[in-house]
T-cell receptor, first 113, second 113 residues
Framework: GNSVTQMEGPVTLSEEAFLTINCTYTATGYPSLFWYVQYPGEGLQLLLKATKADDKGSNKGFEATYRKETTSFHLEKGSVQVSDSAVYFCALSDPRNDYKLSFGAGTTVTVRA | GAGVSQSPRYKVAKRGQDVALRCDPISGHVSLFWYQQALGQGPEFLTYFQNEAQLDKSGLPSDRFFAERPEGSVSTLKIQRTQQEDSAVYLC???????????FGSGTRLTVV
């Protein structure tokens, strides 16, 4: 079946530090890949996505590249801010039923001033 | 409305009680999804509607779980004879189309005591 494994948290960083959250996946076929973010007290929001190998998704200074050879979709940001404190979820869509998402367990990131 | 609205925000139920959770999707969104998120885990797919048709209910964990969307807008997730293992956050999401990029609500946190 489809599954997503992401880096365990919590992760605590200082402002302006580099952030990376590892995500690897298992799927039959070619899924689309997503990063969702959940800020405190809010619903999940789509942060970025990539639909095929070597695509790079980017938004709000975050980037992730779809790596088929390593089945990975690591999230990176060069200089984090306090406002980036949130829970980050990596997800993939089922290649046969692309409405169905499988999520990782989430990584809690706290950025300190 | 501007976003996906879920009610109630919190629900405490005694074991064996029936509960009903409501989702108001974004107006005009054809696709609607329910996910279950246990503590410390990522969301897991429950069911998918396209307008009023329930096209996939493969994620519903037992026949105690039932979802409906009779007029193709508001949806209700009903859980009969609640058990402690049903304690979780229930997330609703909607989108214009089926494939990814959903807008999630803030969820209903159900606690069964």
């Amino acid at each position: 079946g489809n599954s997503v494994t992401q880096m365990e948290g919590p992760v605590t960083l200082s402002e302006e530090a580099f952030l990376t959250i590892n995500c690897t996946y298992t799927a039959t076929g070619y899924p689309s890949l997503f990063w969702y973010v959940q800020y405190p007290g809010e619903g999940l929001q789509l942060l970025l996505k990539a639909t095929k190998a070597d695509d790079k998704g980017s938004n709000k200074g975050f980037e992730a590249t779809y790596r088929k050879e390593t089945t990975s979709f690591h999230l990176e940001k060069g200089s984090v801010q306090v406002s980036d404190s949130a829970v980050y979820f990596c997800a993939l869509s089922d290649p046969r039923n692309d409405y169905k998402l499988s999520f990782g367990a989430g990584t809690t990131v706290t950025v300190r001033a | 409305g501007a976003g996906v609205s879920q009610s109630p925000r919190y629900k405490v139920a005694k074991r064996g009680q029936d509960v009903a959770l409501r989702c108001d999707p974004i107006s005009g969104h054809v696709s609607l999804f329910w996910y279950q998120q246990a503590l410390g885990q990522g969301p897991e797919f429950l069911t998918y509607f396209q307008n009023e048709a329930q096209l996939d209910k493969s994620g519903l964990p037992s026949d105690r779980f039932f979802a409906e969307r009779p007029e193709g807008s508001v949806s209700t997730l009903k859980i009969q004879r609640t058990q402690q293992e049903d304690s979780a956050v229930y997330l609703c999401a909607s989108s214009l189309s089926a494939a990814g990029g959903y807008t999630f609500g803030s969820g209903t946190r159900l606690t069964v005591v």
